[in-house]
């Protein structure tokens, strides 16, 4: 390999030796998560003397990971990352709710704790609120790495800035995309490959509302896409699978897409053929 490009990559290298691997902001998350929910854990306690320091040590690994990235932050290290813990509650109770939410919605769903075990939707919106609450505090990156990390767990993929209500459901989910000035409501079902999206726009219009608005107890149908920012889903909307959507719909609309599908029943022909193998 090339000398020159070889001593120019180190010298990159150098430049980021006091950043912490995004790995460790990974394993801080699915840490958080896990202690949110028990039944996730892998890690046993035998005292709540020893469950305090654990979490002690999250705040602290928080801390070292902020540390890396001084220069960059609005506060110390040690004042964000306290903040950030405070937020737990709040996430938690939240994150119940989308639990129930995703239980009471999905028939195939025995329990919460199946749901909370299992479901790739409840993990990515549990990343997603983790990564949301950061967002907030003003972290950069680390929301980032977050929702990265989601969505190659769970081929969900939510953007941190985006705003999302409570009670939300996220059925099967593969492939769902929602975009970074998304608003959703509370109470909003969404299937697999939907995207919440924006209509190609210039980087100088960035930080305009790309993405469109989703308001309370809608359900979007699988492979629907809605896109811009002035795009708005009115209360109780059902909008249909492969829907294509750029404009808004008023309050209890019911918008679906209607495909050419022809059937022809052939004739059953004779003297078949069967092979055992």
Request: aromatic share 6%.
């Amino acid at each position: 390999m090339d000398k020159e490009f070889l001593a120019q990559l180190y010298e990159d290298h150098m430049h980021t030796r006091h950043l912490v691997p995004a790995s460790a902001t990974c394993l801080f998350a699915e840490a958080v998560i896990q202690l949110l929910f028990p039944p996730l854990s892998e890690k046993r306690y035998t005292s709540l003397s020893d469950f305090e320091l654990h979490t002690n040590q999250l705040q602290v690994n928080l801390e070292r990971i902020l540390d890396g990235m001084r220069s960059t932050l609005p506060e110390p290290p040690a004042l964000l990352a306290a903040a950030v813990m405070n937020e737990l509650p709040q996430i938690h109770r939240v994150l119940l709710g989308d639990a129930e939410a995703i239980t009471k919605g999905d028939p195939a769903a025995q329990s919460m704790e199946e749901v909370i075990r299992t479901y790739p939707g409840f993990k990515a919106v549990a990343l997603y609120r983790l990564a949301h609450a950061m967002r907030r505090l003003q972290i950069p990156l680390l929301p980032r790495v977050i929702s990265a990390f989601a969505h190659a767990r769970t081929g969900i993929d939510i953007h941190p800035g985006a705003t999302i209500g409570e009670y939300f459901c996220i059925d099967h989910g593969t492939g769902v995309v929602i975009g970074e000035t998304t608003i959703i409501g509370n109470c909003v079902k969404v299937y697999q490959g939907v995207t919440l999206g924006a209509i190609s726009v210039e980087k100088s219009m960035a930080n305009i509302k790309r993405h469109p608005t989703i308001e309370d107890h809608v359900v979007i149908y699988a492979g629907a896409t809605i896109l811009g920012g002035n795009t708005v889903v009115g209360t109780r909307s059902i909008i249909g699978g492969n829907v294509w959507l750029t404009e808004s719909v008023p309050p209890y609309s019911r918008v679906y897409h209607h495909p050419q599908i022809k059937v022809r029943k052939a004739p059953e022909p004779e003297n078949v053929l069967n092979f055992s193998i």
